[in-house]
């Protein structure tokens, strides 16, 4: 790639697993990034130009290369951010591939021009329609818990777009940045077209500073208040994918076994850091104790460690202070009530960042533990005495990501859905919809602004341009002056055919159109 930072420092490639520094990988300096925005403007302004069959071309070769590399890819995911071999392959590498195989499959039809049908008489003879126009350079800064999955998702979505992307990844997780950056090396994309920077915070403000068209951010609700106050001072607009909180309602008439196995996973995949994680479980009285009780038996049977044991359930947290935050909460809680029911201790025989595994109940609002982000292998239960208390409770909370709702009635999971206050509801899973490709996902409130993924994400890396031919080039429009008191009756009567009654339209018709065939009279001077 033409984008070649000058290295001054090194981030350590830290395996949470073991606490090893493993690699060294080159930072960026803060001061190279307006010209690396400059190089990715240049490229822009070339590839926008690219035809989009030779763009999905180059997605569908990018797919081929990650299919080739997927256990390679996977196997830097886990030594970085330390989730289990499996979930890195069903997680990150599945949605890099899946977008790249989306866009390769949906440009087309996604950045198709729209014809816009207009629905009022005034503008019938028109000709309208909406082209999508990318926004220029993309910025991108980007979380460390799934260190492919977020970073290719948007990245793939930005330059399918026709936009260039200079992204900062985690400096959590520097050797899957310089990964993603070689593999768009590899497959050929046109140099500078993708940039990887590599850094902390000072790297993250350095690149929204350098003024790219758009920033896409994903992080925690503090960095993103400071990322969206520094993109209003430069009016850049930002999508913003903050926490979650997200809430679990499993009714009494849930298929209880499989809603357990679910509430497992909903909470300890990747160790429960995940911005999808369920971290507030409601379950109705009528099924609580048998809920809860399968929910202890199969935590039991979980195996903590490496990510890299193919044999691992859950694996470490990425750094040894987050271990001390998961004992800080559950001694909250239990100090004002809840029970821990399985795990609840550090591992320090396995590493210094392992935490079992832990169930809780008894857990309500004013415990830190359904308040702010979890972001550990904590799953923290409350009984409600129905339905209308599940709905009421999960929708007091400033986070309003995404939920889950466990019924056998379908109907009953879309209704309540439907009264849940997040961005994505999923009846009878949960968290998977990340991996839908159609599907949007963001949140409001605290959990953030913007969409990215689906239709609804492909619209924030575009702008919508709208074209519109006048039928009736040869005709001046009554609106264009000389102005006088028989136009001012037209328009009445014009506003009165439009917008009223049939009666309304048969009487002012002719008044109405007496508006068209106006003689302005500019070739003399108004009286
Ligand atoms: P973080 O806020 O600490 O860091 C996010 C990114 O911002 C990193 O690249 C970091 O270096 C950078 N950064 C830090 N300070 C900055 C500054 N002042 N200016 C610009 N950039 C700055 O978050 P994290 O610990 O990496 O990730 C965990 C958080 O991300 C959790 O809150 C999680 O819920 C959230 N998250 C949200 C989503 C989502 O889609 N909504 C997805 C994944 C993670």
Redesign the pocket.
């Known amino acids: 790639m033409a984008t070649q930072a000058i290295s001054v420092d090194t981030l350590p490639s830290y395996n949470p697993a073991t606490g090893e520094v493993v690699e060294n990988i080159s930072a960026t300096h803060p001061e190279d990034l307006p010209a690396i925005l400059a190089s990715a403007k240049a490229a822009q302004e070339k590839w926008r130009e690219t035809a989009i069959v030779d763009r999905c071309a180059l997605l569908d070769r990018l797919r081929q290369i990650m299919l080739a590399a997927r256990n390679d890819l996977a196997a830097i995911v886990v030594r970085e951010s330390g989730k289990p071999h499996v979930e890195a392959l069903f997680s990150d590498v599945f949605v890099s591939l899946d977008t790249a195989a989306y866009y390769a499959k949906n440009l087309p039809k996604l950045l198709r021009t729209e014809r816009v049908p207009h629905h009022s008489s005034a503008a019938k003879l028109k000709s309208g329609r909406i082209s999508y126009e990318p926004f220029g350079v993309i910025g991108i ?6 260190p492919l999955a ?1 970073p290719m998702g948007q990245i793939i979505a930005a330059i399918a777009a026709g936009n260039s992307v200079v992204c ?1 990844t ?3 997780t520097p050797k899957c940045g310089a990964l993603i950056q070689e593999m768009f090396a590899r497959v050929g994309f046109p140099d500078s077209l993708v940039n990887i920077v590599q850094g ?2 000072e790297i ?2 350095a690149l ?1 500073d350098a003024r790219p068209d758009k920033i896409l ?7 993103g208040r ?2 969206a106050e ?1 993109c209003a001072r430069n009016l850049t607009p930002s999508v913003l ?4 909180k997200d809430a679990m309602l499993v009714l009494a008439d849930a298929n209880l076994d499989v809603a357990s196995s679910a509430a497992l996973w909903g909470s300890f995949t990747n160790c429960g850091q995940v ?1 999808l994680s369920v971290e507030r479980l409601f379950v109705e009285r009528g099924a609580s104790e048998k809920f809860i009780a399968l929910c202890v038996e199969k935590t039991k049977t979980l195996r903590l460690g490496p990510g890299s044991n193919p044999t691992t359930d859950v694996g470490p947290l990425i750094r040894p202070q987050h271990v001390q935050r998961m004992k800080d909460l559950l001694a909250d809680a239990v100090s004002r009530g809840a029970r821990i029911l399985c795990g609840g201790n550090a591992r320090p025989d396995l590493g210094a960042c392992f935490f079992e595994p832990t169930v809780i109940a008894d857990v309500n609002s004013s415990m830190g533990l359904f308040q702010g ?1 979890t ?1 550990g292998p904590i799953l923290a239960v409350q009984t409600v005495a129905n339905s209308e208390e599940a709905i009421r409770t999960a929708n007091d909370s400033p986070f309003a ?1 995404a939920a889950s709702v466990w019924t056998a009635d379908d109907e009953r999971g879309r209704q309540i859905a439907a009264r849940l206050r997040a961005g994505a509801v999923m009846v009878n899973d949960a968290i998977s919809y990340f991996a839908i490709a159609e599907a949007p ?1 963001g ?1 409001c409130n605290a ?2 602004w913007g969409r990215t993924h689906g239709r609804a994400g492909f619209l924030e890396m575009v702008q919508p341009k709208y074209v519109d031919v006048d039928g009736l080039a040869g005709k001046e429009k009554p609106w264009w002056y000389h102005y006088n008191g028989s136009l001012t009756h037209a328009a009445d009567d014009f506003l009165n055919f439009e917008f009223g009654g049939l009666s309304a339209k048969l009487k002012y018709a002719r008044g109405a159109l007496k508006t068209f065939f106006r003689n302005h009279g500019f070739k003399k001077r108004p009286s």
């Open positions: 800064i980007s979380s460390w818990n799934y977020i900062k985690s400096d959590f902390g915070a993250g403000q929204i951010f994903t992080g925690s609700v503090a960095t400071r990322v520094s994918e903050l926490g979650g911005c982000e972001f990501l996902h949140g959990s953030g």
